[in-house]
């Protein structure tokens, strides 16, 4: 089992950054590979970006590539999600989750855990 609990969201303004955190418990982390998701009101969750067990291998959102950047610190059994050059559309709660075997999947459905996300607000 793995818990996850993000942190790091708020109010930014087009144009600005953020770095979210997403913190691990229970000794099987370094198994499963990682992502994260986001969801707006009234829309679907989606795929942002996911990287690997051992951090080699990541992939993105096409909205997001260039401008985004995830990383995994195995270590401290944590990911992080750099965010730059944010834009309104990206207003909304951005989840965490854990996938095994689920290198460069995209679909929601085969993550198994989920935290509770953390809202992300980005003003005009």
């Known amino acids: 089992q793995v818990q996850l609990v993000e942190s790091g969201g708020g109010l930014v303004q087009a144009g600005g950054s953020l770095r979210l955190s997403c913190a691990a418990s229970g000794r099987t982390f370094d198994n499963y590979d990682m992502a994260w998701f986001r969801q707006a009101p009234g829309k679907e969750r989606e795929f942002v970006a996911g990287?690997?067990?051992?951090?080699?291998?990541?992939w993105y959102a096409q909205t997001v590539e260039g401008r985004l950047t995830i990383s995994r610190d195995v270590a401290k059994s944590t990911v992080s999600l750099q965010m730059n050059s944010l834009l309104p559309e990206g207003t909304a709660v951005y989840y965490c989750a854990a996938g095994l075997k689920v290198t460069l999947v995209r679909a929601p459905m085969r993550y198994q855990h989920w935290g509770q996300g953390t809202q992300v607000t980005v003003s005009k």
């Open positions: 990287i690997n067990r051992s951090g080699g291998i990541s």
